[in-house]
Every structure is written in structure tokens, then in C-alpha cells.
């Protein structure tokens, strides 16, 4: 009977999360080298908040071209609602900086 239980439970709950997210939007950032995302989050305003580090030259955002200092720079890049770059900034210095 336990069995039994924890099989429908498990059915259950599969369809529970069957549903696809609806995608708000999409961009594309990048360079020509390692960038990685480490987090995203959202304010009470809808603008999202992307953070991470790049080993490329350059990363870019929309139209903000950010140029790595050293090794490895980090980054912080700010989207409104709709998914247009509000502003992206660079920290780091002549070595690594992850």
C-alpha cells in the first residue's frame, strides 16, 4: 500500500510541473572568450540583475562594451522589463578577480 501511495504521489506531482515557463525575453552577451554567469535577480521593478565573470578581452551588452583588466574580471548588468541593457559594469584589476 505504501508503494502504491508514493507511485501516485510521484505521478501526481509530475504533471503538477508539466507546464512550460513563459519566456518574458532573451539576450545574448558575450565575447570571444569564457564569460559565465554566476546569478540573476529581479527587483520589485521587473529589471533583472545579471552578475558574473569574463576572461574574454571584451564583453558586451547591447551597446556597452566592457574591456577585461586582467585575467579575470567580474561584471554586474542591469535589464529592465523588457529585456534592454539599463547599464553593465566591470571590477577588476591586472590579475584574477573572480
Known sequence: ????????????????????????????AGGTGDEIGKSVATDNHGNTY????????????????????????????KYDVVGNVLWAKKAGGPFDSS
Do not use: H, R
Request: charged content about 10%.
Open 50 to 77: 545579471v552578475t558574473g565573470y569574463f576572461t574574454s578581452s571584451t564583453i558586451t551588452f547591447g551597446s556597452t562594451v566592457l574591456t577585461c583588466s586582467g585575467n579575470k574580471d567580474v561584471f554586474v548588468a
Open 1 to 28: 500500500m505504501k508503494t502504491k501511495l508514493i507511485i501516485a504521489l510521484i505521478a501526481i506531482c509530475s504533471f503538477a510541473n508539466a507546464q512550460s515557463p513563459a519566456w518574458t525575453w532573451a539576450k545574448f
